[in-house]
Antibody, heavy 121, light 113 residues
Framework: EVQLWESGGGLVLPGGSLRLSCAAS????????MSWVRQVPGKGLEWVSA????????NYIDSVKGRFTISRDNSKNTLFLQMNSLRAEDTAIYFC??????????????WGQGTLVTVSS | DIVMTQSPDSLTVSLGERATINCKSS????????????LAWYQQKPGQPPKLLIY???TRESGVPDRFSGSGSGTDFTLTISSLQAEDVAVYYC?????????FGGGTKVEIK
């Protein structure tokens, strides 16, 4: 059974940093691209960033380029999102998601439960 | 960026009746070389993460009831629930994975009349 478990969310001051982690199990982690998708509570979904299975290629939405860094440790089956220079508009639930195919980009077949990031003074 | 526009924003349907949700992309998400539409549908119930229902515009994910079906090509797509059940109350999102940034529709809330 595929499981994705996010951690690292919390309350942070504007301009601060957080590092999200996602522990994966139930599939061959290194074979699949992974993404982070966020959702302001009660609002819609926004894709944030993706990384290929090898970690060699990354993509970001424009609003987080230069501030967020996605990475992965395939030896530990873990996905990360380093978030710097956080802004109020980054406040959201952040979901770790697995790509449905080995190529990228594609649809998301498994989602974690999400971790809430709140940027506020 | 490809903009995904869903309609309606909300839908109230009687139990056992058909629910139809539309999704329009600002440019085609049909990849000519493999004739696949890079379009997925998700269901999100309150307090839960989204769940994949449909991919390649019309392929039902394993375990998804056959009352859910997807259709369309190019820029216009439809998710149909043929006979609405109480457990189908949720928000439904379309998603294009043709190009980055990957984008979602704004969501359609389905409720029981």
């Amino acid at each position: 059974e595929v499981q994705l478990w996010e951690s690292g969310g919390g309350l942070v001051l504007p301009g601060g940093s957080l590092r999200l982690s996602c522990a994966a199990s139930g599939f061959t982690f290194s074979n699949y691209a992974m993404s982070w998708v966020r959702q302001v509570p009660g609002k819609g979904l926004e894709w944030v960033s993706a990384i290929t299975g090898s970690g060699g290629t990354t993509n970001y939405i424009d609003s987080v380029k230069g501030r967020f860094t996605i990475s992965r440790d395939n030896s530990k089956n873990t996905l990360f999102l380093q978030m710097n220079s956080l802004r109020a508009e980054d406040t959201a639930i952040y979901f770790c998601v697995k790509d449905g195919l080995k190529t990228s980009p594609n649809y998301f077949d498994y989602w974690g439960q999400g971790t809430l990031v709140t940027v506020s003074s | 960026d490809i903009v995904m526009t869903q309609s309606p924003d909300s839908l109230t349907v009687s139990l056992g009746e058909r629910a139809t949700i539309n999704c329009k992309s600002s440019q085609s998400v049909l990849y000519r070389s493999n004739n696949k539409n890079y379009l997925a549908w998700y269901q999100q119930k309150p307090g839960q993460p989204p769940k994949l229902l449909i991919y390649w515009a019309s392929t039902r994910e394993s375990g998804v009831p056959d009352r859910f079906s997807g259709s369309g090509s190019g820029t216009d797509f439809t998710l149909t629930i043929s006979s609405l059940q109480a457990e189908d109350v949720a928000v439904y999102y379309c998603h294009q994975y043709y190009s980055t940034p990957l984008t979602f529709g704004g969501g359609t809330k389905v409720e029981i009349k």
